[in-house]
T-cell receptor
């Protein structure tokens, strides 16, 4: 039982490059989330998927796209990376979006030069 | 301006001291969660408080939800080096997809032996 897994753990991109962050959970959770964490800002929601087949924008969606591939997997894509997207990205899942405990992955540290 | 303001942002204390972390907002939350995050890892849930005025204890940690469900506090008694970490509060606000979590900026605690 791995919980929430994320790949890669570290990534360095040049401005304008694209990449996809992968996330998978094995807890049979319905809801999945992508956050970014910047110093002093806590966690800010980028996109979420309340259930399989649905995705919605969070607080800071600009420059990102997501895909809920199936119940287990939720990916985050940066089409044209910018230095402002340098951050630590966390994927999380929960049984449902109604204030349930969220389980977080270990994070991806992304640097955009 | 963040919806949830945490204070203090940083706290460095000696082992055995007591401390309180505050989480304040002008918004009403349906529930409030406290997470603890260690370096290189994702946040892990400590507690969820739901009822206004609720107090929950977890060993040396005491959590309180304000009567109006707009604020919360975390009190640690006789802090130990193992308490070192980033403490995050997160309030659940209802939107069309359910109760989404909004996070505070975090309090970074260091307990020196």
């Amino acid at each position: 039982n791995a919980g929430v897994t994320q790949t890669p753990k570290f990534q360095v991109l040049k401005t304008g490059q694209s990449m996809t962050l992968q996330c998978a959970q094995d807890m049979n959770h319905n809801s999945m989330y992508w956050y970014r964490q910047d110093p002093g800002m806590g966690l800010r929601l980028i996109y979420y998927s309340a259930s399989e087949g649905t995705t919605d924008k969070g607080e800071v969606p600009n420059g990102y796209n997501v895909s809920r591939l199936n119940k287990r997997e939720f990916s985050l894509r940066l089409e044209s990376a910018a230095p402002s997207q340098t951050s630590v990205y966390f994927c999380a899942s929960s049984y449902a979006p109604q204030g349930y405990e969220q389980f977080f992955g270990p994070g991806t540290r992304l640097t955009v030069l | 301006t963040q919806l949830l303001e945490q204070s203090p942002q940083f706290l460095s204390i000696q082992e055995g001291e007591n401390l309180t972390v505050y989480c304040n907002s002008s918004s009403v939350f349906s529930s409030l969660q406290w997470y603890r995050q260690e370096p290189g890892e994702g946040p892990v849930l400590l507690v969820t408080v739901v009822t206004g005025g609720e107090v929950k204890k977890l060993k040396r940690l005491t959590f309180q939800f304000g009567d109006a469900r707009k604020d919360s506090s975390l009190h640690i008694t006789a802090a130990q080096p193992g308490d070192t970490g980033l403490y995050l509060c997160a309030g659940a606000i209802n939107n069309n997809a359910g109760n989404m979590l909004t996070f505070g900026g975090g309090t970074r605690l260091m307990v020196k032996p």
